[in-house]
């Protein structure tokens, strides 16, 4: 069977500027035998002459549709909603697996120059990381002379701790709490509507990397709703100050668009390459298995 790699496709999302493959990723699977086809797109990152100087074929956006059966779809994130059957085999970052309904700096920053709780206005894509940091410099040297040589505390939650169960105070005593976890299951909740009435609450910026909003196991359920890069913060209705913001935008990565997509398409790469022989791939088997699950579970 010639397995072959079709197109990227655009998920629709605004400011979303990621892609799948970069022409790094494209050019190693050029190399390794495999036809590449890459969708045209005026918003990806990569412009698409990166993409036809490794070797890749150009074609219109939006024709995976149409293409032969045989052609295997990599994208982004999750397809728009439409009526018709799939036909592929779709390679993508799902949101759907777990029954679903870094940027810290920027929030400290904001929150420094504007205590009283003003929304974070709308932000933009950084073409590389160091104007970013460069941003990020300026407006924190800017908020802490205004806050008399203050900085904020800043709690960042990378994995689930066993240890001990939730709410924790530390994380209602900092200034700014980031939660990165993978959440597979139920937990206590870090932080809730309860835990906010404290009166040592310091806590005034949550950015919630995760974003699992709509999952039943969140394990920040102050908040319902997903903010944008318009609107990225989301207000939770506190009983007494600081105001308290939560930053819970679901493709927050691609305020770096490049190096997130070098960064993700990198890790991928070898499971990609491992497509041709995907029947006896551990990994690719294993994404069958789950997919097989999750589908059973729906309604008949």
């Not at 439409?82 to 309904?101: I, M, R, S, W």
């Not at 908020?143 to 904020?152: I, M, Q, V, W």
Request: net charge negative; with cysteine; glycine share 6%.
């Amino acid at each position: 069977m010639k397995l072959r790699t079709n197109s990227e496709f655009s998920s629709g999302k605004p400011l979303e500027h990621r892609s799948a493959l970069t022409p790094t990723t494209t050019k190693a699977l050029l190399d390794a035998g495999y036809i590449v086809n890459i969708e045209r797109s005026p918003e990806r990152i990569f412009d698409d002459s990166e993409f036809k100087n490794v070797g890749a074929t150009l074609v219109p956006e939006g024709s995976w549709v149409d293409a032969p059966t045989d052609h295997i779809v990599i994208g982004l994130k999750e397809l728009p909603v439409e009526d018709f059957p799939l036909k592929h085999t779709h390679v993508q970052f799902a949101h759907c697996y777990k029954n679903q309904g870094g940027w810290e700096d920027l929030a400290a920053a904001w929150q420094l120059r504007h205590p009283a709780g003003e929304p974070l206005p709308g932000v933009s894509s950084y073409a590389n990381e160091g104007l970013l940091i460069g941003d990020v410099k300026e407006w924190l040297a800017n908020g802490s002379r205004k806050a008399g040589g203050k900085l904020p505390q800043v709690l960042v939650i990378g994995a689930d701790s066993q240890e001990r169960s939730g709410p924790f105070s530390e994380i209602i005593e900092s200034d700014i709490f980031v939660n990165c976890i993978y959440l597979a299951s139920s937990i206590p909740p870090f932080v809730d509507m309860k835990s906010l009435e404290s009166p040592s609450r310091k806590l005034s910026v949550v950015c919630d990397v995760s974003c699992d909003t709509t999952n039943p196991y969140n394990p920040i359920p102050i908040y319902t709703i997903n903010s944008t890069f318009a609107n990225p913060t989301v207000p939770v209705k506190v009983k007494q100050n600081p105001p308290l913001s939560v930053i819970s935008i679901g493709h927050l990565p691609s305020l770096l668009p490049r190096e997130a997509s070098e960064a993700f398409s990198s890790a991928l790469l070898p499971s990609l390459l491992q497509l041709k022989g995907r029947k006896k791939s551990r990994v690719w088997q294993q994404a069958e298995q789950l997919f097989s699950e999750k589908v059973a579970t729906l309604p008949k």
